[in-house]
């Protein structure tokens, strides 16, 4: 079984530009989250989709972050414009909408700002 | 609220020697508990869970985890440690369908 795909893996911007991250789910997970993991602590959740649908975005910064899942498959997660303070590792999770506690991670992204 | 707390940050122990991570939790309702383990450049990984059945749960790789309601604990061991053990260890709340991470603790294993 493929896991959750996550890309790019690194990516280095300037502050005040923009950037997006992709996610591929595991194949029948509806459920999909993005995290936001600041070094040396634990991840936080940004957003949760059920389907195309948007369960909870309450801690999603909106001014800058923007989140889609078209279909109900793949998902993107932009900033514009970047700051500083978002240098961390974006983490993409899926499950099945019975399993929300067992969630699949993806490797990460890795956004350095400067 | 609900919320986790790691109580070390990192933690070093010696191959061979038993590994103890301590984490307590503050929930309303009953809980449910997880560790997830990150190793470098890699995604997080389930390592067992806890959802209101036996109270001491058995997980990957050797590792155990009792929850005790009375000291609102749910502190992850092993009996013997092993190089590929050395990773970032977390302790999760699941409340609401969502998962709230801990800290985190860092375990070194020295050869």
């Known amino acids: 079984e493929a896991g959750v795909a996550q890309s790019p893996r690194y990516k280095i911007i300037e502050k005040r530009q923009s950037v997006a991250f992709w996610c591929n789910p595991i194949?029948?997970?509806?459920?999909l989250y993005w995290y936001q993991q600041i070094l040396g602590q634990g991840p936080k959740l940004l957003i949760q989709?059920?389907?195309?649908?948007?369960?909870?975005d309450s801690q999603l910064p909106k001014d800058r972050f923007s989140a889609e899942r078209l279909k109900g498959v793949d998902s993107t997660l932009k900033i514009q414009p970047a700051k500083l303070e978002d240098s961390a590792v974006y983490l993409c999770?899926?499950?099945?909408?019975?399993?929300?506690?067992?969630?699949?991670f993806g490797p990460g992204t890795r956004l350095t700002v400067t | 609220a609900q919320s986790v707390t790691q109580l070390d940050s990192h933690v070093s122990v010696s191959e061979g020697t038993p590994v103890l991570l301590r984490c307590n939790y503050s929930s309303s309702y009953s809980p449910s508990l997880f560790w997830y383990v990150q190793h470098p450049n890699k995604g997080l990984q389930l390592l067992l869970k806890?959802?209101?059945?036996?109270?001491l749960v058995k997980g990957i790789n050797g590792f155990e985890a009792e929850f005790k309601k009375s000291e609102t604990s749910f502190h992850l061991t092993k009996p013997s440690a092993h190089m590929s053990d050395a990773a970032e260890y977390f302790c999760v709340l699941g409340s609401a369908r969502q998962l709230t991470f801990g800290s985190g603790t860092q375990l070194t294993v020295l050869p």
């Open positions: 194949s029948g997970h509806a459920t």
């Open positions: 989709f059920q389907n195309n649908g948007v369960v909870d």
């Open positions: 999770a899926s499950s099945l909408p019975q399993g929300a506690y067992e969630q699949y």
């Open positions: 806890y959802t209101s059945a036996a109270t």
